[in-house]
């Protein structure tokens, strides 16, 4: 019977202490681990090393190491050279996460604890040495025609008008266990709902700034016009920091004389500093007061890119709804509209993912104020009562 009861005593202590590291876990940073091993096979084609053939076989892996939060966009956009290409290997066996082309390879949303992976194979004829921009700097050839390795979850920011002189307060909250680094958060003012907003209407640019778990950050910033006629856009850059560790493994052929091909026009090794992105978007949220007990609420994107767009995800963090566009066609728009009784976090804008951050413009209707979200840090004696709790019920377990 004593034996029993001990058996039973550590069964809730190991239960009671795996829910202690859990929530311990949660109020703790993790950086997400992204893996990468290649075999490249390098031929070169003539003597001075100015055309090389390039095969390599690599696969990459991500596991989300957060309990609870989703990463809902893993993106690495591609600039390859004019004659390589990019495939996946095994496509119906695995990997049915990824998608894969020419321009990006993207990731569905990874949920908590899940680990994902991908084959693939790069190939083709490069007309410049590739092995001295990519295998003596140890880069994998993934590494080197990515332009980067994007992670994305939720992040919320607020604007909050003053209404007694010209100026805004921005917050900007991290409600996740990730850490995130903000590079860019631009603030446009106009007089109208505008969705095509220019350079002209920049108000404010601020840039390179860290944001860890659930911590929020707060912004003071003067407004060249009077606020009470203006409407407040932002647009952000942003993603989760993230470690990258690649290991490849080269064989280098050099009897070119063996072997001939067709000649092709010379091309530059690519300039990674010149890149556009034809891609640009505007969510915007507008809240129309009912009556005291129901509001309504008017999602819309618009496409305002030359490119049509697939796949997006739309989450309103009011109620966290969440809805996915399939398809969006150039300077076209969809909404969706619905009535809610809730009287706080109205103004909360909602997040979209499937397109790079820095090119979707948020603006919200609300009383002339433009807005998002605002959650808040756990308190610290919310942690610590958390935990004394848990260490008492322990010790009254064990005697």
């Known amino acids: 019977m004593t034996l ?41 084609l003539n003597s001075n090393h100015t055309k ?7 696969n990459l892996t991500l596991k989300n190491p957060s309990n609870s939060d989703i990463i809902y966009d893993f993106t690495i ?86 209404q007694t002189n010209n100026s805004i307060k921005i917050k900007i909250s991290n409600p996740t266990n990730f850490n995130y680094n903000l ?19 920049l108000i404010k640019t601020f840039k390179n700034i860290n944001l860890k778990p659930y911590k929020e950050i707060n912004l003071n910033l003067k407004t060249p016009t009077k606020i009470n006629t203006s409407i407040y856009s932002i647009s952000q850059k942003y993603q989760i920091n993230k470690i990258i560790n690649s290991k490849i493994h080269s064989i280098i052929n050099t009897n070119f004389q063996n072997i001939t091909f067709p000649k092709s026009p010379i091309k530059k090794p690519i300039n990674k500093n ?4 034809n891609k640009e978007i505007s969510i915007q949220k507008k809240i129309e007061i009912i009556n005291k007990t129901t509001t309504k609420i008017t999602i819309s994107v618009t496409n305002l890119g030359p ?14 709804n969440q809805w996915e566009i399939k398809n969006l066609n150039s300077q076209t728009e969809w909404n969706i509209n619905y009535l809610t009784s809730q009287t706080l976090n109205l103004d909360s804008i909602p997040n979209i993912f499937g397109i790079n951050n820095q090119k979707v413009i948020k603006t919200i209707i609300y009383s002339n104020q433009t807005s998002t979200l605002q959650e808040k840090e756990p308190k610290l004696i919310e942690k610590v009562g958390m935990i004394v709790a848990v260490g008492l019920l322990l010790i009254y377990l064990l005697f």
């Open 52 to 58: 090389t053939l390039i095969e390599s076989i690599g």
């Open 307 to 320: 490119d049509n767009l697939e796949n997006l995800i739309v989450i309103d963090n009011l109620n966290k």
């Open 274 to 277: 010149n890149l556009s992105l």
């Open 183 to 201: 590079s860019e958060l631009k603030i446009y003012q106009t007089q109208n709902s505008q969705t095509k907003i220019s350079g002209n209407n």
């Open 4 to 44: 029993k009861i001990k058996k039973f005593k550590l069964l809730k202590i190991s239960i009671i202490l795996s829910l202690l590291l859990i929530s311990i876990n949660s109020t703790f940073s993790i950086n997400p681990i992204i893996n990468i091993s290649e075999s490249i096979n390098l031929t070169y």
């Open 77 to 162: 956009p591609l600039k390859l050279d004019s004659e390589i290409k990019i495939t996946k290997l095994n496509p119906k066996q695995n990997f049915q996460k990824f998608n894969i082309n020419t321009n990006k390879i993207q990731s569905q949303p990874i949920t908590p604890n899940e680990n994902i992976k991908i084959e693939y194979k790069i190939y083709g004829i490069v007309n410049y040495d590739i092995k001295s921009n990519s295998i003596d700097k140890n880069l994998s050839l993934l590494e080197y025609y990515a332009q980067d390795f994007e992670l994305i979850s939720n992040i919320n920011t607020k604007v909050q008008n003053s």
